[in-house]
């Protein structure tokens, strides 16, 4: 139950069209990250419960339940599946360049 590289914005569309308040911060990341590409950059923070101590979403009344949803939906947004029908063929155009290639034993 997991997603390969997801974005912050994946987070926060995903978050926000469930009806989620949500808050993006661009400029923050984890400071152990080795990679500081802007594409790694970023963290959501979303209303989990009311001033009360009820959840804002019955549905959602915890974190776990929220990353669950996030793992399941994320893979399913339109850019995903569009850049899964790309890389395809890239991979395809790739292979089978070191045929005879060597020394030939006389």
Known sequence: ?????PTSTEIQDV???VGFNVLL???KMYPREWNRDVQYRGRV???????DGNPCLPQ?????SVML???E??????????KMGGSDQSLQQGEGGKKG???KKK
């Open 1 to 5: 139950q997991a997603v390969e590289n």
């Open 15 to 17: 978050c926000a069209a």
């Open 25 to 27: 911060e661009k400029n």
């Open 45 to 51: 923070r979303i209303q989990l419960k009311q001033d």
């Open 60 to 64: 959602f009344p915890t974190r776990k």
């Open 69 to 71: 949803y996030a793992a």
């Open 73 to 82: 939906t994320i893979p399913k947004l339109k850019t995903r599946t569009q």
């Open 101 to 103: 290639k060597g020394k």
